[in-house]
C-alpha cells in the first residue's frame, strides 16, 4: 500500500548555511563545506525559513525508509561542519606489538603479528590521523565528513583481518574503541 505524503524536517542551527539546487546539498559552517548528491532518490527536497524540509509522495514501505536516511545524512554533515567527527582506535595483541606510522598520506601497520609484509592504507583528503600522547596504543582519526572518517577507520581494522589461524584466539588487531560527534568545548 502507498503512502499519500511522507514528510520530515531538520532545522537548520545559527552558523549554518544551506543550499539545495536539483536534489544536490551543499551545508557550510565553520569547519568548512560538504556536499553531497541526492538525485538517485526521487524526492523532493526543500529550504523552507530555518529548516530543510523532505518530501516524498506516494510512496511503498521500502521507499518510505529513504526519507528517513536522507534526513540522517543532511544532520551528519550539519554535525561535520559544526563539530566534526572523531574515532578512536586501540591497537590490541597479545606477543608482538603493532606498530603504526603515518608516511605522507599513507598509514602503515608493521609488524602484525611478527609478520614482515606491511599493511598500508591511504588516509584521505579530509581525514586527519593523530598518534594520541596520553594514551598507549590509540589513535585518533577526525575529519568533517563521516563517511570519509568511518570509511578509514574500517579499512584500517579491516587491513588488520586474520586469516587461517582461530578467531576465537587470535584477537590481535586494530578496533574502534569510541566514535561520534567531536565533544562540544563548553
Excluded at 85 to 96: A, D, I, P, T
Amino acid at each position: 500500500m502507498k503512502t499519500v505524503l511522507s514528510s520530515r524536517s531538520i532545522t537548520i542551527p545559527d552558523g549554518v548555511d544551506v543550499k539545495i539546487k536539483a536534489r544536490c546539498v551543499t551545508v557550510k559552517g565553520p569547519r568548512g563545506e560538504l556536499t553531497r548528491d541526492f538525485k538517485h532518490i526521487n524526492m523532493d527536497l526543500k529550504k523552507v525559513g530555518k529548516e530543510v524540509r523532505v518530501d516524498l509522495w506516494f510512496a511503498k514501505r521500502a521507499e518510505l525508509a529513504c526519507v528517513r536516511t536522507v534526513c540522517s545524512h543532511i544532520d551528519n554533515m550539519i554535525v561535520g561542519v559544526t563539530r566534526g567527527f572523531l574515532y578512536k582506535m586501540r591497537f590490541v595483541y597479545s606477543h608482538f606489538p603493532i606498530n603504526v606510522s603515518l608516511a605522507g598520506n599513507t598509514v602503515e601497520i608493521r609488524n602484525f603479528l611478527g609478520e614482515k609484509r606491511v599493511r598500508k592504507v591511504v588516509v584521505p583528503e579530509g581525514v586527519k590521523y593523530v598518534r594520541s600522547a596520553d594514551v598507549k596504543d590509540e589513535i585518533q582519526l577526525s575529519g568533517n565528513d563521516i563517511a570519509m572518517v568511518s570509511l578509514t577507520a574500517a579499512q584500517i581494522q579491516g587491513a588488520t583481518n586474520i586469516r587461517k589461524k582461530d578467531l576465537r584466539k587470535f584477537l590481535d588487531g586494530i578496533y574502534v574503541s569510541e566514535k561520534g560527534a567531536i565533544p562540544a568545548d563548553d
